[in-house]
C-alpha cells in the first residue's frame, strides 16, 4: 500500500487550461514536497511546504498543504507544452525517509 | 560538475549474475538514498544512509546490499539477479538532519534482466 496516492493518475490538456493534481494521505509529514520528473532523468525538486495551510506560488504553479499537513495540491495557470511531464509528490517523515505518491503524467497539447 | 552521478546508465544482464552500481554525490551532503522505479512510474525508497551508517532499509530482500565507503558514495550491489530486479534505480543525497531539505537525484540506472 502506498503512503501517499496521487489523483490523477493521467491528465491531458489543451495550451491554456487550467489543471490540479492531488496528493492525499492519512498520515501527518513534517514537510510535503513535489517534484517533475522529465524522462530519462531524475525527479527534480519545483517546493517544499512546511506548515499547514501553506500556499506558495511558482510563477504558473501554486502549490498548497493541507491545514492538518496530510495533503496537497498543485494548480497550473494556463499550461504550456513546457509543463508535459511527470509530477510527483514526496512526504517527508523522520527519520530520513521520503516517501513518493505514484505521480500524475502531464500532458499539455499545443 | 553533475551534483549526484551514478553509474552506468543502463545495464543489461542475465538472470543469475551479481552487479553493482555506484553512486557519488559532491554537495556535501550526509544524507543518501538508494530508489527504485518500477515499470508504473512509482519512486519507492529501498535504502537510506546517513553519515555511512544504514538507516532504513525498506524491506529489501537481501540479495541487495549497499555500500557506503564514505559519506561521499553509496553504492549498490546485487546478487542473483531476477527478472522482477528489471527497473530503473534512482540514488539521491540531502542534507543532513534537515528532513525538509530538497532530495538531488542522480539520472537513474536502467536495469534490464533478462
Known amino acids: 500500500t502506498q503512503l501517499l496516492e496521487q489523483s490523477p493518475q493521467f491528465l491531458s490538456i489543451q495550451e491554456g487550461e487550467n489543471l490540479t493534481v492531488y496528493c492525499n494521505s492519512s498520515?501527518?509529514?513534517?514537510?510535503l514536497q513535489w517534484y517533475r520528473q522529465e524522462p530519462g532523468e531524475g525527479p527534480v525538486l519545483l517546493v517544499t511546504?512546511?506548515?499547514?495551510?501553506e500556499v506558495k506560488k511558482l510563477k504558473r504553479l501554486t502549490f498548497q498543504f493541507g491545514d492538518a499537513r496530510k495533503d496537497s495540491s498543485l494548480h497550473i495557470t494556463a499550461a504550456q507544452p513546457g509543463d508535459t511531464g511527470l509530477y510527483l509528490c514526496a512526504g517527508a517523515k523522520w527519520p530520513h525517509k521520503l516517501s513518493f505518491g505514484a505521480g500524475t503524467t502531464v500532458t499539455v497539447r499545443a | 560538475d553533475t551534483a549526484v552521478s551514478q553509474t552506468p546508465k543502463y545495464l543489461v544482464t542475465q538472470m543469475g549474475n551479481d552487479k553493482s552500481i555506484k553512486c557519488e554525490q559532491n554537495?556535501?551532503?550526509?544524507?543518501m538514498y538508494w530508489y527504485k522505479q518500477d515499470s508504473k512510474k512509482f519512486l519507492k525508497i529501498m535504502f537510506s544512509?546517513?553519515?555511512?551508517?544504514?538507516?532504513i532499509n525498506e524491506t529489501v530482500p537481501n540479495r541487495f546490499s549497499p555500500k557506503s565507503p564514505d559519506k561521499a558514495h553509496l553504492n549498490l550491489h546485487i546478487n542473483s539477479l531476477e527478472l522482477g530486479d528489471s527497473a530503473v534505480y534512482f540514488c539521491?543525497?540531502?542534507?543532513?538532519?534537515?528532513?525538509?531539505?530538497?532530495?538531488?537525484f542522480g539520472q537513474g540506472t536502467r536495469l534490464t534482466v533478462v
Open positions: 539521491a543525497s540531502s542534507q543532513d538532519p534537515q528532513v525538509n531539505t530538497e532530495a538531488f
Open positions: 554537495l556535501g551532503h550526509d544524507t
Open positions: 544512509y546517513n553519515n555511512k551508517e544504514l538507516i
Open positions: 511546504v512546511v506548515t499547514g495551510g
Open positions: 498520515s501527518v509529514f513534517s514537510s
